[in-house]
């Protein structure tokens, strides 16, 4: 997909202490292409923010000018595609998969590739939920009365609850509620943190609750719990009424599966080809991206130091991108 890149640059420079914390050598590139800053999209999602951090302090020791710049997950590729943005946030399949699609259709961003980490992203519950509605993880316990009663909060009753992401995450909740015939309400976290906070801090009271998670993360790996189990996604689920339980409305199914894909501005790829072929191979598996997560999200390290920590420790793995 990328242009050959003919310059060559000649001599090779011995990299120093990056920020102080880790060493590195064998940078081909002395100077970079273009003093120009590479803006890297932060998302409000650790997982994603390590990984990008991780691209973005390997590209700095090539010598690349690099700013880290907060935009909305799904707004990213309307930025990327005007050429505010430069590397975006890994897209989920679960998720962003329409957003993707078509910002991937006009050419203006590059498909960069899969991350190579496979995602599940839906609702969630702790297994004691089953006591109070019994027939989970079947969608169709979720329309009981009592099940219903049973996960209602102050804020929501007579409906139940589903705690939710932040609202810039997407998803399409609401819509798969109506469709479904749910008597549930959205709640909406405010960030990762509090999310995962809300969601523990109810597992430890035994509270029942349905919320959303995905894999990998650390949650449904370190609590018993399960996943619901909704009529199969099919792609005309979300674009034919007709498809599916409910012939009048959309979002009747549960959420797609699938991976991680990178993307880049199709500008940038001229402007500074070295950085786009590290991101082109750029690659992480899910165990490595769940430990990491794990690291920031319980163990309360700052993301960007749980990504020069994984630098410092796996030379290995990410020299050969670079080369």
């Not at 078509?102 to 089953?130: H, Q």
């Not at 797609?256 to 001229?270: D, F, I, L, R, V």
Request: hydrophobic share 45%; glycine share 10%; proline share 6%.
């Amino acid at each position: 997909m990328l242009k050959n890149i003919k310059k060559h640059i000649t001599g090779a420079l011995m990299i120093g202490l990056v920020a102080g914390i880790f060493g590195m050598t064998a940078a081909k590139a002395a100077v970079p292409e273009s003093k120009d800053p590479i803006k890297i999209v932060m998302i409000g999602y650790s997982g994603d923010n390590i990984i990008m951090y991780i691209y973005g302090e390997l590209i700095k020791t090539l010598g690349y000018n690099v700013e880290y710049t907060p935009a909305d997950y799904i707004g990213q590729f309307t930025g990327m595609g005007e050429g505010d943005l430069h590397i975006g946030s890994p897209g989920w399949d679960t998720t962003a998969k329409a957003a993707m699609k078509e910002a991937f259709s006009t050419g203006d961003v590059l498909n960069m590739g899969k991350i190579g980490i496979a995602v599940n992203e839906d609702w969630w519950y702790p297994l004691y939920v089953k006591d109070v509605c019994p027939g989970l993880p079947d969608w169709k316990a979720l329309l009981e009365p009592d099940c219903v009663k049973a996960l209602s909060i102050v804020e929501t009753e007579p409906k139940a609850r589903f705690l939710s992401g932040p609202l810039e995450w997407g998803g399409t909740d609401p819509e798969r509620i109506a469709a479904m015939g749910l008597d549930f309400e959205v709640i909406n976290a405010g960030s990762d943190g509090a999310l995962s906070a809300d969601l523990v801090a109810a597992i430890k009271r035994k509270q029942p609750i349905v919320a959303w998670s995905w894999e990998p993360y650390w949650i449904p790996a370190l609590y018993p719990g399960e996943f619901v189990v909704w009529p199969e996604y099919e792609d005309a689920c979300y674009d034919d009424a007709s498809w599916g339980m409910n012939p009048d409305m959309t979002h009747d199914c549960g959420r797609p599966n699938g991976q991680m894909w990178k993307s880049a501005w199709a500008g940038g790829e001229a402007i500074w080809p070295k950085a786009y072929d590290v991101w082109l191979k750029f690659n992480l598996t899910a165990k490595i991206a769940g430990d990491l997560v794990y690291e920031s999200d319980v163990d309360g390290m700052d993301t960007k130091a749980v990504a020069e920590k994984w630098i410092a420790e796996n030379k290995a793995t990410w020299e050969p991108w670079l080369k």
